[in-house]
């Protein structure tokens, strides 16, 4: 086994693990990193038996990446067949996948709690003071995250300097390493 195909294998296995932790299924974060792990654009038929998968499954894994933002499908000119490949500008990445989880937990969590609050303003019982407090409270966390993400997407000097820096740095310690 080349060096080459043992980090393919690892990286497939570690997105299989990480996938999860950022919103994705486990089949999407190893067709993620099977084509993170290859210069050329990989059609459903190459990944299906490069990960040893069905061809359904990569599919549906694909589908949902290009759902995410962080692959693209093209067709070739005169062809039927579609070829996937990954977005490779890691900032383009970490918008994508805010942007894509505050649209799916942080907005819909934000009006749940919002609902909540509006439920229990005219109820003074014991009960209902201590539940509103503990819901303003995480209202409030969630409201700041929200905010900050905000911030983050809309491209301003804190999430573009952030970034940039969050990178560099993670650059030059991947040099400096022995």
Known sequence: MTA??????????????????????PAAGRVHAWLLGHAE?????QIAAGLESS??????A?????????I????????????YRPVTDVEQIIRRIVQTRKQREWDPLLAHLDGALESLEADRSAGAEE?????DRIRGVVSA?????????????????GLKALVRAARSGRKRAP
């Open 4 to 25: 080459l195909e043992r980090v393919r294998g690892e990286l497939v296995v570690m997105w299989d693990r990480l996938g999860p932790l950022w919103g994705i299924s």
């Open 41 to 45: 654009p990989q059609d459903a038929e």
């Open 55 to 60: 061809r359904g499954a990569v599919s549906m």
């Open 62 to 70: 694909c589908a949902e990446l290009v759902d995410w933002g962080v």
């Open 72 to 83: 693209l499908a093209e067709k070739p000119p005169g062809s039927r067949r579609v070829l």
């Open 131 to 135: 539940v509103r407090d503990r819901l």
């Open 145 to 161: 995250v929200d905010r900050l993400s905000e911030r983050f997407l809309r491209g301003g000097a804190l999430g573009t300097l």
